[in-house]
């Protein structure tokens, strides 16, 4: 928990009596690699915070498997427009690896907006943050070359070439895993 709250005091800070109404609808989860914490044409009710393990977010499109997002360690892992509308999502969340976990639920999180302001606060700043980079990768798949998009990679987070099969890195990259193999020879 004190990675999450570590987390939470990047964008705001909580007054004491916020920080412990969180902790006390926190849920830790202890979970294998290859468990789905949301399957696909599922409703999101969970928001999940990891702390420890990797997530991807993936759907089915023509009978293809595509990733198109990647949550390391201090990140977010959430579809968030069923998480926010309730409507199913065609995306599902998987663990790529073993991974610890915490989990708060549309319910208690709208009741703790409603008690606490700067816990609204907090949604709201996450919120931001995660359009931003929806926006970027956006931006990144439609305006920056394979090459870019793989050396950005490499740059803000390294580690991910050697945890996560080459096929979902390239899945998430936008390119086929041959273009990721004469990326990756041309050094």
Known sequence: MNAFLSFVKGFTH???AS???????????DLPKGHDLLHPGAVCHYFYFIEKGLTRTYYIKDGKDVTDW?????????SIISFLTHEPDRR???LLEDSTLWAISYSNLERLYQQYPDIDRLGRLLLSQGII???????DL???TAHDRYRQLLSANPSLINRV??????????????TLSRIRSQG
């Open 142 to 144: 439609h305006f920056a």
């Open 70 to 78: 990647i949550s390391a360690e201090n990140a977010i892992a959430v």
């Open 92 to 94: 599902g969340i998987q």
């Open 19 to 29: 920080e412990t109404a969180l902790e006390s609808v926190l849920q830790r989860l």
């Open 133 to 139: 980079q929806l926006q970027q990768r956006f931006d």
């Open 165 to 178: 099969p080459l096929g979902i890195i390239a899945s998430w990259l936008g390119i086929t895993q041959e």
């Open 14 to 16: 909580l007054s004491d």
